[in-house]
């Protein structure tokens, strides 16, 4: 009877620990899209205001 106690424990602690690795992962993602988004308005932002000073070509060079 204990050896079956200790293997639903040992059980009960694997869910546990996937449990918090999935929230882990998702809290991650979440922020990893969201930082993606604002880095990306962003630099759109930059390249919007240099091309309308003329400073920016948009389309790019090719060495000779």
């Known amino acids: ?12 602690a694997l869910v ?3 449990l918090v690795l999935a929230l882990i ?3 991650a993602i979440l922020v990893i899209k969201a ?5 990306a308005s962003a630099f759109n932002n ?3 205001q240099m091309t309308s000073q003329g400073v920016m070509n ?3 060079v090719t060495p000779q």
């Open 16 to 18: 546990e620990y996937a």
């Open 1 to 12: 009877m204990k050896k079956l106690l200790r293997n639903t424990k040992k059980g009960q």
């Open 46 to 48: 930059i390249q919007s």
């Open 58 to 60: 948009t389309t790019p």
């Open 25 to 27: 992962a998702i809290v």
């Open 35 to 39: 930082v993606g988004t604002k880095t």
